[in-house]
């Protein structure tokens, strides 16, 4: 017993005084995308480069708020992390610096990175409708707003509006139509819910499978996922808006740090991240849509179809994320 | 009276000459309470557009929810624990020995891993209600595994074993004497029961009470899985929907001060009532119950076991087998490694902790010692991520501080020395489950006769030659369970490990979140079950010994 607390007691004043060690061909990452969507790409980096990456992973929330009590200690140079509303977020309380890279300019489209130039999107997250094969026609499939129309009465499903994907979707309604007709929409969707918000898309997905409801709001890769898992799932994709704004998108994407202690290191990777060499991989971990508008996606998601994207730039869904949830609040949207 | 007792008298009430004993759990308090009161200087500037905010829409429903629960999960741990480590502890029906410990195997597992589970189960697209249609007469039953019972059920399942721990021993603790005694003066067993044996257990019941509540409180992993609205909701609504820390902070704030005065007013209540074990004397003979009593008793206990314990369990196991054990690779002994080491040392630290805050309780008594105590129990009660925020926040500006005094000493820059390191992580894990030491730690020293360290003294004892020789040796089993309880807690914790880890101090909590949080279930039930299954063997040791050692005295 006692030998034990001898050694843990050795151990642990070893880790505490062991000072970080700071070598120059590495970046420090902190990071909201899960380890197993960034790894391979940072250690193909590292056979390519010899440039090693640490990085730790965390919510965005907990993650921001370190970086910011650390200020000019911080021992991070990248921050990545999911959704715009969180990258604004960063660049809004000043943790990110502004990049004047020609490379990220090239490889990814204005509307998915800051136009300061903090951040910048590397992969795309699209959120369209899905449907149940057995009830519904996708031609009856028109547009987020339509949702709220009283035909969909107690059809529709909805995950939480906790969810900061939701939180987007309807930031970006605010800035499209405004804070009146925005209002009225969410209104519509809670009057035709046929049930209380899901935890989860995959929730909204299997309801409609066993006959809960009939439509819903999801992100593609979880409906990848889940198709995989059930072939035989009664759940199909389809695209709203077309004749319009475009379907809601999103990204995850990455910033260098104000306070970067290697800030060239950290621009040389984020520029290889949006590159075509990393993009695919990028991408296709999760699922998603390469930013890159050079490289093709995956095969199992380009199966799903192509589509017209909303071309707004996504640094508004950060800016009016707040008052997008106090509207769902009002709504009585849980 | 003769000097000589005199002095022996002062030193166990009097004047304290214990410096460095106070020393140390001012020490402690202060570790307690900067985080806490980093959480409090949010009021600084009060966020009043974000309360009234939520105070025209969302808070009276989330009050209301988190009054049920608190409420629902109460009386449901207080009858699970209770009547479980009654039968267990005091009765004998074919299968006690096996749920004797079984009881407790909950607690190695996360209550989001539970909730997840059995709303997946249960839920109308679930296996369950895929089962009950295909029954005649049944085809139509359809209902969503979700809400205030369900919730509450859930709660209930996986925090009733600290009610249960706690009254357990408690009850074990009872000797032959007092039940004899309560007989004589014309009690049935009914009557024992309540009026003899409850009172007797009730600082081990609340404290085990007091445990679930706190937990119920601060949970955010299972009730989200329901989308079940709670005022820790509202915090985390606040920092991450609404980019508003400060108004989170103050949220927080909020429900410790209710924990507080809670726990003040239970401590009022109970008032100056002081119920000792004088004579332990022989263990009473247990209850024998047959018949029908038997067979009620092994099913209520089997019951619990099943769905808190096995179901989840096979579920997990099931998932493990789908994805074929993908993901198992050679870093995963260095996850367990480390996941075990973490919580070793958290348990070596909290319990210590916890033993110097009730020594000094005892042997002080003083303002400062009673403050220091109460503060400790109060960190239980944060949502997860607030306290760790808290903790990093308060690093965070000592580090600052530091560099500036370093700068202006001529020094380059000093980097991040606190931050990021295993003793703020430790720390962290110190104030979060300082509460769960307290209790196995105090009934032990609540044990421990005065006489006995008089006598040490007398014989000239002193320091941590007493320590070494009294106290480690006669409040080891209240330590080891003390330790062992942390040790579990740490190895579920998730949100403080994550944040303020070192780089490359991945655990298994910090595998399970990469998967959940993006869904991935069925990915994170392998890092799941090793997790359970590395909390089990301290689980049923514990529970072992603690049966050993009773039954053998």
């Given at each position: 017993?006692?030998?034990t607390?001898t050694?843990l007691?050795?151990?642990?004043v070893?880790t505490?005084?062991?000072p970080?060690?700071?070598?120059?061909?590495e970046?420090?990452?902190?990071?909201?995308?899960?380890?197993q969507?960034?790894k391979?790409?940072?250690?193909?980096?590292t056979?390519?480069?010899?440039?090693?990456?640490?990085?730790?992973?965390?919510?965005?929330?907990?993650?921001?708020?370190?970086?910011?009590?650390?200020?000019?200690?911080?021992?991070?140079?990248?921050?990545?992390?999911?959704?715009?509303?969180?990258?604004?977020?960063?660049?809004?309380v000043?943790?990110?610096?502004?990049?004047?890279?020609?490379?990220?300019?090239?490889?990814?489209?204005?509307?998915?990175r800051?136009p300061?130039?903090?951040?910048?999107?590397?992969?795309?997250?699209?959120?369209?409708?899905?449907?149940?094969?057995?009830?519904?026609?996708?031609?009856?499939?028109?547009?987020?707003?339509?949702l709220?129309?009283p035909k969909w009465?107690?059809?529709?499903?909805?995950?939480?509006?906790?969810?900061?994907?939701?939180?987007?979707?309807?930031a970006?309604?605010?800035?499209?139509?405004?804070?009146?007709e925005?209002?009225?929409?969410?209104?519509g969707?809670?009057?035709?819910?046929?049930?209380?918000?899901?935890?989860?898309?995959?929730?909204?997905?299997?309801?409609?499978?066993?006959?809960?409801?009939?439509?819903?709001?999801?992100?593609?890769?979880?409906?990848?996922?889940l198709?995989?898992?059930?072939?035989?799932?009664?759940?199909?994709?389809?695209?709203?808006?077309?004749?319009?704004?475009?379907?809601?998108?999103?990204i995850?994407?990455a910033?260098?740090?104000?306070?970067?202690?290697?800030?060239?290191?950290?621009?040389?990777?984020?520029?290889w991240?949006?590159?075509?060499?990393?993009?695919?991989?990028?991408?296709?971990?999760?699922?998603?849509?390469?930013?890159n508008?050079?490289?093709?996606?995956?095969?199992?998601?380009?199966?799903?179809?192509?589509?017209?994207?909303?071309?707004?730039?996504?640094?508004?869904?950060?800016?009016?994320?707040?008052?997008a949830?106090?509207?769902?609040?009002?709504?009585?949207?849980? | 009276?003769?000097?000589?007792?005199?002095?022996?008298?002062?030193?166990?009430?009097?004047?304290?000459?214990?410096?460095?004993?106070?020393?140390?759990?001012?020490?402690?308090?202060?570790?307690?309470?900067v985080?806490?009161?980093?959480l409090?200087s949010?009021?600084?500037s009060?966020?009043?557009?974000?309360?009234?905010?939520?105070?025209?829409?969302?808070l009276?429903?989330?009050?209301?929810?988190t009054?049920?629960?608190?409420?629902?999960?109460?009386?449901?741990?207080?009858?699970?624990?209770?009547?479980?480590?009654?039968?267990?502890?005091?009765?004998?029906?074919?299968?006690?020995r096996?749920?004797d410990?079984?009881?407790?195997?909950?607690?190695?597992?996360?209550?989001?891993?539970?909730?997840?589970?059995?709303?997946?189960?249960f839920?109308?697209?679930?296996?369950?209600?895929?089962?009950?249609?295909?029954?005649?007469?049944l085809?139509?039953?359809?209902?969503?595994?979700?809400?205030?019972?369900?919730?509450?059920?859930?709660?209930?399942?996986?925090?009733?074993?600290?009610?249960?721990?706690?009254?357990?021993?408690?009850?074990?603790?009872?000797?032959?004497g007092?039940?004899?005694?309560?007989r004589?003066?014309?009690?049935?067993?009914?009557?024992?029961f309540?009026?003899v044996?409850?009172?007797?257990?009730?600082?081990?019941?609340?404290?085990?009470?007091?445990?679930a509540?706190?937990?119920?409180?601060?949970?955010?992993?299972?009730?989200?899985?329901?989308?079940?609205?709670?005022?820790?909701?509202a915090i985390?609504?606040?920092?991450?929907?609404?980019?508003?820390?400060?108004a989170?902070a103050?949220?927080?704030?909020l429900l410790?001060?209710?924990?507080?005065?809670?726990?003040a007013?239970?401590?009022?209540?109970?008032?100056?009532?002081?119920?000792?074990?004088?004579?332990?004397?022989?263990?009473?003979?247990?209850?024998?119950?047959?018949?029908?009593?038997?067979?009620?008793?092994a099913?209520?206990?089997?019951a619990v076991?099943?769905?808190?314990?096995?179901l989840p369990?096979?579920?997990?196991?099931?998932?493990?087998a789908?994805?074929?054990?993908?993901?198992l690779?050679?870093?995963?002994?260095?996850?367990?490694?480390?996941?075990l080491?973490?919580?070793?040392?958290?348990?070596?630290?909290?319990?210590?902790?916890?033993?110097l805050?009730?020594?000094?309780?005892?042997?002080?008594?003083?303002?400062p010692?009673?403050?220091?105590a109460?503060?400790?129990?109060?960190?239980?009660?944060?949502?997860?991520?607030?306290?760790a925020?808290?903790?990093?926040?308060?690093?965070?500006?000592?580090?600052?501080?530091?560099?500036?005094?370093?700068?202006?000493?001529?020094?380059?820059?000093?980097?991040?020395?606190?931050?990021?390191?295993?003793?703020?992580?430790?720390?962290?894990?110190?104030?979060?489950?300082?509460?769960?030491?307290?209790?196995p730690?105090?009934?032990a020293?609540e044990?421990?006769?005065?006489?006995?360290?008089?006598?040490?003294?007398?014989?000239?004892?002193?320091?941590?030659?007493?320590?070494?020789r009294?106290?480690?040796?006669?409040?080891?089993?209240?330590?080891?369970?003390?330790?062992?309880?942390?040790?579990?807690?740490?190895?579920?914790?998730?949100?403080?490990?994550?944040?303020?880890?070192?780089?490359?101090?991945?655990?298994?909590?910090?595998?399970?979140?990469?998967?959940?949080?993006?869904?991935e279930?069925?990915?994170?039930a392998?890092?799941?079950v090793?997790?359970?299954?590395?909390?089990?063997?301290?689980?049923?040791?514990?529970?072992?010994?603690?049966a050993?050692?009773?039954?053998?005295?």
């Open positions: 017993m006692r030998s607390a050694l007691a050795a151990v642990l070893a505490v005084l062991t970080i060690a700071a070598t120059a061909a970046v420090v990452v902190y990071s909201a995308r899960n380890e969507l960034i391979p790409l940072f250690d193909t980096y056979a390519k480069t010899g440039v090693g990456v640490r990085f730790i992973t965390d919510k965005e929330g907990p993650l921001l708020a370190r970086l910011r009590a650390e200020g000019a200690n911080t021992p991070a140079d990248l921050l990545i992390t999911v959704d715009a509303g969180n990258l604004w977020q960063a660049a809004e000043g943790v990110l610096a502004p990049l004047d890279s020609p490379v990220l300019e090239g490889n990814i489209p204005a509307h998915l800051d300061g130039g903090q951040w910048f999107g590397l992969s795309i997250r699209a959120r369209p409708l899905v449907y149940s094969t057995e009830r519904v026609k996708p031609a009856e499939l028109v547009s987020y707003e339509d709220a129309d009465k107690g059809r529709l499903c909805l995950r939480t509006s906790k969810k900061v994907y939701n939180q987007s979707l309807v970006m309604m605010l800035a499209r139509l405004g804070e009146a925005t209002a009225r929409v969410v209104q969707w809670v009057a035709n819910l046929a049930t209380e918000p899901f935890a989860s898309d995959n929730q909204v997905m299997e309801a409609i499978d066993s006959g809960r409801c009939d439509v819903g709001i999801v992100n593609t890769y979880y409906f990848g996922r198709a995989k898992e059930r072939p035989a799932m009664t759940v199909a994709i389809a695209w709203p808006n077309q004749a319009s704004s475009g379907v809601h998108v999103n995850s994407g910033g260098v740090t104000r306070h970067a202690k290697h800030p060239d290191e950290a621009r040389r990777l984020l520029e991240l949006s590159s075509p060499e990393a993009q695919g991989l990028f991408a296709s971990l999760n699922l998603e849509y390469p930013a508008p050079a490289v093709a996606a995956d095969p199992a998601v380009a199966a799903w179809g192509s589509f017209k994207a909303d071309p707004a730039n996504v640094a508004e869904a950060g800016r009016l994320q707040a008052a949830v106090m509207l769902m609040d009002r709504a009585g949207y849980r | 009276m003769a000097p000589g007792l005199r002095e022996t008298r002062s030193r166990l009430h009097g004047p304290p000459r214990n410096r460095p004993l106070r020393a140390a759990v001012l020490l402690v308090g202060a570790l307690t309470a985080p806490l009161a980093v409090f949010a009021w600084a009060p966020e009043t557009a974000v309360w009234e905010h939520l105070a025209a829409t969302v009276p429903n989330l009050l209301r929810n009054a049920a629960l608190v409420l629902g999960v109460g009386i449901g741990t207080l009858i699970l624990g209770c009547g479980l480590a009654w039968l267990t502890a005091r009765c004998e029906f074919p299968g006690r096996w749920l410990w079984g009881l407790m195997l909950p607690l190695a597992l996360p209550a989001y891993v539970l909730a997840f589970v059995v709303q997946g189960l839920d109308t697209a679930g296996p369950v209600q895929r089962l009950l249609s295909q029954i005649p007469g085809e139509r039953v359809s209902f969503e595994a979700r809400g205030t019972p369900w919730v509450i059920a859930v709660l209930t399942l996986a925090f009733y074993p600290y009610v249960y721990l706690l009254a357990r021993a408690a009850f074990l603790g009872i000797g032959r007092t039940l004899e005694a309560a004589l003066l014309g009690l049935g067993p009914w009557g024992t309540l009026r044996v409850l009172p007797t257990a009730r600082p081990a019941i609340v404290a085990g009470l007091a445990l509540v706190m937990e119920t409180l601060a949970d955010f992993g299972a009730v989200s899985v329901f989308n079940y609205d709670t005022f820790t909701t985390y609504k606040a920092w991450f929907g609404l980019f508003n820390l400060p989170a103050q949220l927080a704030s410790l001060l209710l924990v507080a005065l809670a726990l007013g239970e401590r009022r209540l109970r008032g100056a009532a002081r119920f000792h074990e004088t004579a332990r004397g022989a263990p009473p003979p247990r209850i024998r119950l047959a018949g029908w009593r038997a067979i009620l008793a099913t209520a206990g089997g076991l099943a769905v808190g314990f096995v369990m096979t579920q997990l196991v099931g998932w493990v789908v994805s074929a054990g993908g993901g690779d050679d870093r995963y002994w260095a996850l367990l490694g480390r996941t080491l973490l919580g070793g040392s958290a348990a070596l630290v909290t319990v210590t902790g916890a033993l805050i009730g020594l000094a309780r005892r042997r002080l008594g003083d303002r010692s009673r403050i220091a109460d503060l400790s129990a109060l960190g239980y009660a944060l949502p997860g991520s607030v306290l925020v808290g903790v990093m926040l308060s690093f965070a500006g000592i580090d600052n501080a530091l560099n500036t005094l370093w700068r202006l000493a001529g020094g380059g820059s000093l980097g991040p020395v606190l931050s990021g390191s295993i003793a703020a992580l430790l720390l962290a894990y110190l104030i979060r489950f300082l509460a769960v030491a307290n209790g730690v105090d009934s020293l044990r421990l006769r005065p006489s006995v360290v008089e006598a040490a003294r007398a014989l000239g004892a002193r320091g941590l030659d007493l320590a070494r009294i106290y480690l040796p006669l409040l080891r089993p209240g330590l080891l369970t003390a330790a062992l309880l942390v040790l579990v807690e740490v190895m579920k914790e998730m949100p403080a490990t994550l944040l303020l880890r070192p780089f490359g101090w991945d655990t298994l909590a910090v595998r399970i979140f990469e998967f959940t949080s993006e869904g279930w069925q990915r994170a392998l890092p799941a090793t997790l359970v299954l590395a909390g089990l063997g301290p689980v049923i040791w514990l529970a072992r010994r603690s050993g050692a009773h039954e053998s005295s």
